[in-house]
């Protein structure tokens, strides 16, 4: 049976990070550097909405503004974390041995394993703004590793890429998790056929307009789908964006 | 390994906790039982509450967890009385 649920962005945790005061050794910047995050599913002190969907936990729509903004070197273990720049330049670097800058487009994949550090900064004096997804692994304590991809929205107009899993060209994780991404600058219509009933897709609208079965979304809108054969999507007629996570549920 | 011994993620950062394993570095012996943890513990790496953590029934990767493991205490050899 086809179960779905919409999440308008207003209903999402809404979380305002600065670089001073209590939390001046997580969140990095300086003088004085101001970090956001909409959280689709429930993070830290956001507890109103979904824990999760799937092996997915987090999903977060960050921007990081002002000099240094980010987060300070921290532990992590066993979470897949991974980070779609967007706009801006990202600093990322971790303890498996990388020291990497992304611009929009660039996308990594950290495991953190049997444990890793890392530290996510913005550098530059333009706002930095990147989706973050979390997903639970599907062995504990794997041996951390790091990888990162580009998507060309310029050569991929109006097609859909998997950006991770399994497919060509796309960057590999230890789960049962598909990352697609389309971006448009027409209508643009097809069907998303799940692997199987028991994997649920997460859609979530980037920029532009989806309309996703029956649901029209808007900017930073989303709508998780399980149970179905087949999700109808058609973007709009302007210049859209949607990323398409499809999990194991 | 007791089968009905659980394990629990810290969604905060994940930080694992198992139940077989406790967290004797923390006073929390092998065998404590989740619900046998201090309501006030908090996740050692990130400081998540307790009541942030999530059951997860996930496989170890080969070779985990890379602990001493606690076997039976077996008496010391006999001495071994070869004349040489």
Aim: aromatic share 10%.
């Amino acid at each position: 049976m086809k179960t779905s649920f919409v999440m308008r962005a207003g209903a999402r945790g809404y979380n305002k990070l600065v670089s001073t005061g209590p939390l001046a050794t997580y969140v990095s910047g300086h003088p004085e550097a101001v970090l956001t995050r909409h959280s689709s599913f429930n993070f830290g002190p956001y507890q109103a909405g979904r824990p999760g969907f799937g092996r997915l936990r987090v999903f977060g729509d960050e921007v990081f503004s002002g000099p240094g903004c980010g987060y300070n070197i921290h532990r992590h273990h066993n979470f897949i974390i991974c980070a779609f720049v967007l706009q801006g330049e990202l600093t990322h670097i971790n303890t498996v041995g990388n020291i990497d800058q992304l611009t929009p487009g660039d996308y990594y994949v950290f495991s953190a394993g049997s444990g890793g550090k890392h530290c996510e900064v913005n550098l530059k004096n333009d706002d930095m703004h990147a989706i973050y997804m979390w997903f639970l692994p599907d062995q504990l304590l794997l041996p951390p590793s790091y990888t990162r991809n580009r998507f060309d929205a310029l050569a991929n107009r109006n097609r859909l890429v998997t950006l991770v899993g399994n497919a060509d060209g796309a960057l590999r994780l230890s789960q049962d998790v598909t990352v697609s991404r389309l971006s448009s600058d027409t209508e643009v219509g097809f069907d998303y056929t799940p692997r199987s009933a028991s994997h649920g897709v997460y859609v979530f609208v980037l920029e532009g307009e989806v309309h996703c079965n029956d649901a029209t979304l808007a900017r930073r809108d989303s709508s998780g789908i399980w149970g179905a054969e087949r999700i109808n999507l058609r973007t709009g007629p302007q210049e859209s964006d949607l990323l398409i996570v499809e999990t194991a549920l | 390994m007791n089968e009905d011994l659980k394990r629990y993620i810290c969604l905060g950062c994940g930080f694992l906790y198992d139940e077989a394993l406790g967290l004797p570095e923390h006073g929390i012996e092998p065998g404590t039982r989740w619900a046998d943890v201090p309501e006030n513990w908090a996740c050692p790496d990130c400081f998540t509450p307790k009541h942030r953590f999530e059951m997860v029934e996930i496989p170890y990767a080969s070779g985990e967890p890379h602990l001493p493991r606690l076997g039976p205490i077996l008496p010391p050899p006999e001495p071994s009385l070869h004349v040489i």
